[in-house]
T-cell receptor, first 113, second 110 residues
Framework: DTGVSQDPRHKITKRGQNVTFRCDPI?????LYWYRQTLGQGPEFLTY????????KSRLLSDRFSAERPKGSFSTLEIQRTEQGDSAMYLC???????????FGPGTRLLVL | LAKTTQPISMDSYEGQEVNITCSHN???????ITWYQQFPSQGPRFIIQ???TKVTNEVASLFIPADRKSSTLSLPRVSLSDTAVYYC???????????FGKGTRLHILP
């Protein structure tokens, strides 16, 4: 399978714990995007990278959230001191610069108890 | 980015043609119209994109009138597996983030 992969697919954690999600984009894609989706809503943009550079961050991305793409390949999204409101599906997408569409992964579903 | 308006939900029956219309009155000259499909517990999947007139691929057709203030996604002979949320997006630049609305929940009945 050469699509976008995300790990883990599901995560249950207790409030206050830190969690980290990983995204592996399609190999030749230099742009990588993170979105968050809550029940009944469309995905909301969080941040994106071009290669290893983080070019834009949404105001939804509080100080507890940090994303990295150290070598311009896979990316990680960390949430520190999780809150119940962080419960959502976290989606990763990738594309080549100039390509018409983003390719989404299956998402990581986070539940904060 | 232009705002879009689409029905919250639609029901149809297997074998029927389904048309979902999206309004985008403030579409800009350089904006494209893109539709994504999302199944439960999966990420969105690109269906089709167009700029004007009609675009057709193996999955759907997209009809765009001359004023481009609306567009219609047409799904021929739907099956139960077409039950999903369909998002209409306008203004996705070649390198921009995607701004999703709430989409249209399409429910196909047997």
């Amino acid at each position: 399978d050469t699509g976008v992969s995300q790990d883990p697919r599901h995560k249950i954690t207790k409030r206050g714990q830190n969690v980290t999600f990983r995204c592996d984009p399609i190999s030749e894609h230099n742009r990588l995007y993170w979105y968050r989706q809550t029940l009944g809503q469309g995905p909301e943009f969080l941040t994106y990278f071009q290669n290893e550079a983080q070019l834009e961050k949404s105001r939804l991305l509080s100080d507890r959230f940090s994303a990295e793409r150290p070598k311009g390949s896979f990316s990680t999204l960390e949430i520190q001191r999780t809150e119940q409101g962080d419960s959502a599906m976290y989606l990763c997408a990738s594309k080549r610069t100039g390509q018409e569409t983003q390719y989404f992964g299956p998402g990581t579903r986070l539940l904060v108890l | 980015l232009a705002k879009t308006t689409q029905p919250i939900s639609m029901d149809s029956y297997e074998g029927q043609e389904v048309n979902i219309t999206c309004s985008h009155n403030n579409i800009a000259t350089n904006d494209y119209i893109t539709w994504y499909q999302q199944f439960p517990s999966q990420g969105p999947r690109f269906i089709i994109q167009g700029y004007k007139t009609k675009v057709t691929n193996e999955v759907a057709s997209l009809f765009i009138p001359a004023d481009r203030k609306s567009s219609t996604l047409s799904l021929p002979r739907v099956s139960l597996s077409d039950t999903a949320v369909y998002y209409c997006l306008v203004g996705e630049g070649r390198d921009d983030k995607i701004i999703f609305g709430k989409g249209t929940r399409l429910h196909i009945l047997p």
